[in-house]
Nanobody, 114 residues
Framework: QVQLVESGGGLVQPGGSLRLSCAASGFTFSNYLMIWYRQAPGKERELVATINSAGDSTNYADSVKGRFTISRDNAKNTVYLQMKSLKPEDTAVYYC???????WGQGTQVTVSS
């Protein structure tokens, strides 16, 4: 059974940083591309960043380029999202997913506010 458990969210002031984690189980993590999405209140889910199975190729939404970094540790079956210079518009629930399976985690709430 595929499980994705996100953590690391919280309340942070504008300009601050957070590191999100997503622990995966139930599949061979090292074989799959991983994606971070986010969904803000009243908005559609948005792709934030992707990382290939080896961890040597990444892509980012224009809105987060230069501020967010996706990485993975295949030995720990975990994907990370380092977020810096956070803005109020980054407020959302953040989810990780692999396109290989339908499962979504519960997400982790990130709130950027003074």
């Amino acid at each position: 059974q595929v499980q994705l458990v996100e953590s690391g969210g919280g309340l942070v002031q504008p300009g601050g940083s957070l590191r999100l984690s997503c622990a995966a189980s139930g599949f061979t993590f090292s074989n799959y591309l991983m994606i971070w999405y986010r969904q803000a209140p009243g908005k559609e889910r948005e792709l934030v960043a992707t990382i290939n199975s080896a961890g040597d190729s990444t892509n980012y939404a224009d809105s987060v380029k230069g501020r967010f970094t996706i990485s993975r540790d295949n030995a720990k079956n975990t994907v990370y999202l380092q977020m810096k210079s956070l803005k109020p518009e980054d407020t959302a629930v953040y989810y990780c997913k692999t396109p290989g399976f339908r499962s979504w985690g519960q997400g982790t709430q990130v709130t950027v506010s003074s």
